[in-house]
C-alpha cells in the first residue's frame, strides 16, 4: 500500500531518537545540527505588594538546554499547526506542537490530532528546500515573535539557505505580513497552513521549538537584531505607557476607564496596540521608562526595551504566566507583580479567559514601590 496514503504510523517523542535510529541504517541524507543558546541566566524574582509570589516567578538561575536544527529529505507537514512527519510516516512530537483548546493544556504526542482527524489528505510534493516554522499559536502575537520569527533567527545563525518557508496563515494579523516584509520575505516564499495541508519536500529543514528551552535569552538577543532597526523613526514616543485591553476579546479590565483616568493624571499615555504597526510598538517600547500592563501579547514587546525600564504586570490570580517577566529579565529591566481581582462570568471555566478589575489603590502602592508618583 502507497504509504502516502496510510495513516501516520506512531510517533517520535524526540527528533533526535529518529535521527539516531535512521543513521543506524546509514541514511547519511538527515543532518542533525545542535545549536548552542547561551550560557546560564539569572531571573530575578518580581518586587511586589502582594503577600505571595506564584512559584513560576521566584528566583533562579538557568543554563537552557541546546536546540537543534534538523534535515529530513522527503520530510512532511501536515495541517494547520503543521506537525513534522518522517518520511516514513511518524510523527516527530517535539517539533508538532499542538494546543487542546478544551482542555487548555499542550497535547502530548500520542494524543496528537493527527491520529484521530486524518482523512487521507492528498499529498502535494515540491522540490527544493523548504524550512518549516509553523507553530500551533502562531495566530498569537507572542507565539509568532518567540516560536516563529525567532525560529527563522536559527537558520539564518546556522547558516542554513532554504527555497521558501512554511508559516501558520493569520487572515487578521496585519503583524504577520509587516514582520515577514521587515525580514525580506516575499510572498513566493511563504507557504501558510491550513487544514487540509499535506505536504512533503524534497527538503525539508526544523528548527526545534523554543517553547522546549523555556524561551531562552538568545530568542529574545535575536527579535531584537532583527526588528530593532525597523521601529519607526517619525513619531511621537511617550516614558509612561499604559497598555489597554479595550478590544481584546478576552482577559479585559472591567474597571479600564478609571484606571486610565487614573493613570492619566500620572503622565501615562494609553496605547491600543491593535490599532498600531510592528514597527510603531516597537519604537514606543524601545523610548518607554515606565510600562502598565495587564498580562497579554502586547508585552512580547518587551523585548525591545531598554534595560532599566520598570514594568507592571497585572494578572488575573488564577492565571500566572511567566514569560514576560522572563523577557523583563532578559533585557535586565525593573519588574513589578500584581494581581487584578476575578470577575468570573458563566460560560467560562478557565481563568486565563476571565475579565479582571484593577484595584487602584494596589495600583497605587506598586507605582510607590516602583518610585513613580
Known sequence: MDAFKTIPCGYFEHTKDWVREEQHRDNSGISFQSFDYGGE???????????????????YRM???????????????????????????????DVSAEYDEHLNAMVTPEHHPIFKRWNHPRLEQ??????????CGGHNYFHWMYDVMA????????????????????????????TLAMLGLSDE???????????QSERLIVPSMLMSAHYPKWATSMLRKLFLPHQATNMRVHERLYVSRKKASVRR?????????????????????????????????????????????????????????????????????????????HNELDYYLMHGHEQPAEGIDFAGLEDIRIDIGTLRKTLQLAGIE
Open 253 to 329: 479590565v472591567v474597571n479600564e476607564s478609571e484606571v486610565t483616568d487614573f493613570l492619566s493624571d500620572l503622565g501615562f499615555c494609553g496605547l491600543l496596540l491593535e490599532e498600531m504597526s510592528v514597527a510603531e510598538q516597537i519604537a514606543l517600547f524601545a523610548s518607554a521608562r515606565v510600562i502598565v500592563a495587564a498580562h497579554g501579547a502586547g508585552l512580547s514587546n518587551l523585548a525591545f526595551c531598554q534595560p532599566g525600564t520598570k514594568v507592571i504586570e497585572v494578572f488575573h490570580p488564577g492565571h500566572i504566566m511567566p514569560v514576560y517577566w522572563m523577557i523583563s529579565n
Open 189 to 199: 516564499k511563504v507557504i501558510r497552513t491550513h487544514p487540509s495541508l499535506y505536504l
Open 151 to 178: 525560529r527563522w533567527g536559527m537558520l539564518i545563525e546556522s547558516g542554513i539557505t532554504y527555497d521558501r518557508i512554511i508559516v501558520n496563515a493569520n487572515p487578521y494579523g496585519a503583524f504577520v505580513q509587516e
Open 126 to 135: 515540491i522540490g527544493g528546500t523548504t524550512a518549516a516554522l509553523a507553530f
Open 63 to 93: 543554563k537552557p538546554d541546546d536546540g537543534f536544527v534538523v534535515s529530513i529529505p522527503e520530510g512532511r507537514i501536515w495541517g494547520q499547526s503543521g506537525a513534522v512527519l518522517t518520511p516514513g510516516g511518524r510523527l516527530l512530537g
Open 41 to 59: 541566566v539569572e531571573f530575578r524574582a518580581p518586587r511586589s505588594v502582594e503577600l505571595e509570589i506564584h512559584p513560576y516567578l521566584t528566583a
